[in-house]
């Protein structure tokens, strides 16, 4: 685990494999530390009990996913969304994101 920062008084961390899946999507660790710095919104997914934190800009975002145990944030995966306004709407209408 790497510690990377902290988020709402909890120390953030990362693992190997989430550090794979981040690039996978073409962002980096600096990404994600811009989101927690200054989020645009956070959520509640209900389906799967994390924290998703989103950061917008003009439409377009990065969302992060992060699992909350042990007072640690761990970041399980983080992607770029060119429509991520309408994709958090969907989710809110839905109830999956509260």
Known sequence: MIRIGRWRGRDVVVDNRSVE??????LSIDDVKWVLSKPSSIYFNT?????IVVRLKNGEGIIVVLDIYNDKAY???AWYA????????????SGRWI
């Not at 899946?21 to 073409?26: C, L, P, V």
């Not at 060119?82 to 209408?93: F, P």
């Open 82 to 93: 060119s429509e991520a306004r309408d994709l958090v709407k969907r989710r809110r209408k």
């Open 75 to 77: 970041v399980v995966t």
């Open 21 to 26: 899946k981040i690039e996978r999507h073409g």
């Open 47 to 51: 389906r799967t009990n994390r924290r």
